[in-house]
């Protein structure tokens, strides 16, 4: 009789292609959904603003409060996705987004709309790692998973750009309560769908035995809460510091807080047993997952630091409308879009190429926009050539990155790895979009106000500073000695190489014989 284990294991070679290809759209549609609804946003503020009569630092935080919630929950789903069922975090996910966005259609008042969006935030981080995780599961072959992840992973890009252009469409034509209500049409079938396509035990391999004593043994809700609170804490004091600055005492007691609670995770994870940490030392050592996740906080902040500065400086300074905005945004998701379906060229170079490549090109782009960007009629000399390569560049790293965390860990581990991952495209973006605003304050200050370039120019410098140092990392720090081995399955016993007398080199368990009496 088979074990539990190994039922799951078989699961996905069970599924017909058409029913995985229907649950990786499912997928992308949830991973569009959630950057969407930051997105789509950005456009609508000016009126969100105008029509609940919101002052500049309340209607930061309507996106802001999504940003929060979303990236401190992503453990906790990624924990759950482990360790329970994915389907069931998945479908939550969705549900919750779709019905939160319905009633925040409905709000007219800035308190109720901010607490749903806190919220949509929290739903919005269930549906990511649990997404991954089924992903991981539903296409074990490595090339299938390559190209599964790199389309995963360009639909959050595509979503970056679609979002900007198709809230512009609401807000200009429609009303700005549609780019909630088209998240809401979005996600209905989408979580009725995997109701049904999803198998039901999929995933399922913690705890087979004696499901809800081990299951919440290894939940670790005391590392979680702990890492959770910490995260909250940091964002919000980041968030904070742009508005009220920050030397101002609340922002600084928190920061110091949050950082005091991250060593504390740290140390707690390593008093527990790992099949019972929610993020075990051990993690921190696959080949390459600690490069890779420094990496990863890279893609999120380029794009979102482009597509702040530009869609503003457009609109106050140049006097652009909405849609022109937007549509001059349009290279950035087109480009994206396209770079995503360059997730099997892992299986042929090494992922360490491919993310340097990235790298040149987002270094390249980002002299441009640092050159060049200021003046109206440099949109194609500049501008444009620059989104091109720099989005090309970011989506190479982005989905490479993405691919090779998954291929460095065990599949038993997605949902963590997944949370982990999407953890550090968020917690980039925050430090990052907090550092250039510091910088661009300070230069404007002393050269010609926010109508001038010259501190939009200083922080793409920055920029620039910063993927240098990613790259000099990669070209340093990443192994290629593992690139295109078998992805493990479990945690297990650390491998050593044993050499036979044919000279062909396998991999085998390292077993420790007992001593034998003397």
Request: aromatic residues 12%.
């Amino acid at each position: 009789m088979s074990s539990p284990l190994s039922l799951e294991d078989d699961e996905p070679k069970r599924l017909s292609l058409p029913r995985k290809l229907v649950l990786l759209v499912m997928c992308c549609l949830a991973q569009f959904m959630d950057t969407f609804s930051t997105t789509a946003l950005l456009s609508a503020i000016p009126t969100l603003e105008a029509s609940m009569g919101m002052n500049e630092a309340q209607s930061t935080w309507v996106i802001s409060a999504f940003r929060l919630t979303f990236s401190s929950f992503l453990l906790i789903s990624g924990r759950l996705s482990d360790v329970y069922n994915p389907k069931t975090v998945f479908i939550g996910g969705v549900s919750g987004l779709g019905i939160l966005s319905l009633c925040a259609g409905f709000v007219d008042t800035t308190i109720p709309i901010l607490v749903l969006r806190a919220m949509t935030g929290i739903a919005s981080a269930m549906t990511i790692p649990s997404a991954l995780k089924l992903l991981v599961k539903v296409f074990p072959d490595p090339l299938e998973q390559a190209r599964a992840v790199g389309f995963f992973a360009g639909c959050g890009a595509v979503a970056n750009m679609g979002g900007v252009l198709v809230g512009a469409i609401f807000v200009q034509w429609a009303s700005y309560h549609w780019v909630f209500w088209f998240v809401t049409c979005v996600a209905s079938p989408v979580a009725l769908v995997c109701f049904f396509i999803i198998p039901s035990q999929i995933g399922e391999t913690v705890g087979s035995f004696d499901p809800e004593k081990a299951k919440w043994k290894t939940l670790d809700l005391v590392g979680i809460v702990i890492l959770t609170v910490a995260f909250i804490l940091f964002i919000f004091a980041v968030t904070s510091g742009s508005t009220v600055g920050w030397k101002s005492p609340m922002v600084l007691v928190l920061l110091i807080v949050s950082i005091l609670m991250v060593v504390g995770f740290f140390y707690w994870e390593t008093l527990l047993p790992v099949n019972e940490a929610a993020i075990p030392p051990q993690t921190w050592f696959y080949h390459n997952f600690s490069v890779l996740f420094a990496v990863a906080l890279l893609p999120s902040f380029w794009w979102n630091a482009v597509m702040f500065t530009f869609s503003i400086m457009w609109q106050n300074v140049f006097k652009w409308s909405v849609i022109s905005s937007a549509v001059h945004m349009a290279p950035i998701g087109i480009v994206a879009f396209a770079t995503s379906f360059t997730g099997s060229l892992s299986r042929i170079f090494s992922p360490k190429w491919i993310i340097l490549t990235g790298l040149s090109l987002c270094m390249t782009a980002t002299l441009l926009l640092a050159l060049g960007g200021g003046k109206s009629e440099n949109y194609w000399l500049y501008v444009f050539p620059a989104f091109s390569l720099g989005s090309a560049g970011i989506m190479m790293t982005f989905t490479h990155s993405n691919i090779a965390i998954f291929q460095a860990a065990p599949s038993s581990k997605a949902g963590t790895v997944g949370a982990i991952y999407n953890g550090a495209l968020q917690f980039g973006s925050g430090i990052g979009l907090a550092a250039m605003s510091a910088i661009e304050t300070s230069v404007e200050a002393n050269h010609g106000g926010s109508h001038e370039y010259a501190g939009r120019a200083a922080t793409f410098w920055f920029v620039i500073g910063v993927v240098a140092l990613q790259f000099i990392s990669i070209s340093i720090f990443y192994d290629r000695s593992t690139d295109h081995k078998p992805q493990p399955t479990h945690d297990g016993p650390p491998t050593q190489h044993i050499t036979h007398s044919d000279d062909k080199s396998v991999e085998a368990d390292v077993i420790t014989m007992p001593e034998l009496p003397k």
